[in-house]
């Protein structure tokens, strides 16, 4: 089944996509930093760098080649996070008008949309109700769900909504439970970081440190998932620390919060909590805060903070750490992306049996 990505970033919407059967036959975004290592990870994906604001839902169809069974994507949500100044004045606030328009014109059998819980509040509602409400009639609607990707079986707390429309004509029912069905129990930091203190060091090559798990080595079932079959991986270049910072660090207990830097320090058999993004350059270039390691008195690398998150170990970021956390943070986990795009790939494949023994 074919689909188009919107607002791709880092491709972690897409890497659930693949992993629930869709060929992400196009994707789009406008920032060439955040989509820098896409073409690497998605070879055979269409990468088109575009204001979507400003792009007609035709160009959709000549990127993708023709008709899509899937629409997908997270219009940037920092207009609407809980932990931002919701200005209403933000231009990325239209950003969501313009995904339900792009569906309203290419007609995918189905859409996906995320973005942060906070598009539910009351001063942002009538914004999606508005966008929604530029839908065709034909277009049914499953309730807004707010979802947390720990109960999909990620190691990260990560509450966002969803937002699931379809054409009955062309696609079976879609209900909320169905999304109920697909959960699972959480993973935890320790599940997501096993293997990764046992890796040694081969080179620095092209700004990415490299690095190789034994095959010795024994995982946990959620880390067995993500090494990559050589075992080799990048971003796990530690921080180094003023003596007195790792000083402070050292007295903050598993589950307690840095008084200075606000930074949570994770516990083994918790989850972390969301991972923040940062801001771009057009935004200040503003750090987001990393949480400390368990148990050494740092924060955590890129290649921890992508276990968490549930990205594969051979999947590529930034060779600048800052940038490779912006892109982690904007990112939607491609475990729950999968549960819920896999359940929307059952609907789809049942309406196109339906279709053949009519």
Known sequence: MRAIDLFCGAGGFSRGAHAAGFDVIAAFDK????????????????????????TPGGELFIAAGGEVDLMFGGPPCQGFSSIGRRDKSDPRRTLLGHFFRLVAEAKPR?????????LAFADALPELESAIGSLPTDYFLVKPLVLDAADFGAATSRKRMFVVGYDPAR???????????AKSSPATVADAFSGLF????LATD?????????????????AAALVAPDGIFTGNQRTRHTAKVSGRFSKLAPGKIDPVGRHPRLTW????????????ADMGSYQSVRPIHPEEDRVITVREAARLQGFPDDHLFHPTIWHSFRMIGNSVS?????AVLRVVAEKLEIAEESKKAA
Do not use: H
Not at 31 to 47: A, G, M, Q, V, Y
Not at 210 to 220: D, E, M
Not at 269 to 280: D, E
């Open 110 to 118: 189905a859409f996906v949309m995320e973005n942060v819980q906070g």
């Open 171 to 181: 696609c079976d029912s879609i209900w909320p439970d169905d999304f109920e069905l």
């Open 198 to 201: 046992n890796a040694t060091k």
């Open 269 to 280: 058999n918790g989850q972390c909590p969301t991972l923040r993004a940062g801001t771009g």
């Open 31 to 54: 920032d060439p930093i955040l989509t820098s290592s896409f073409k690497t990870n998605f070879p055979e994906t269409k990468l088109v760098l575009a204001d979507l604001s400003e």
């Open 206 to 222: 092209d700004c990415n440190d490299r690095w190789k798990i034994p095959p010795s080595v024994t995982l946990s079932d959620y």
């Open 334 to 338: 491609p475990i729950i992306a999968e």
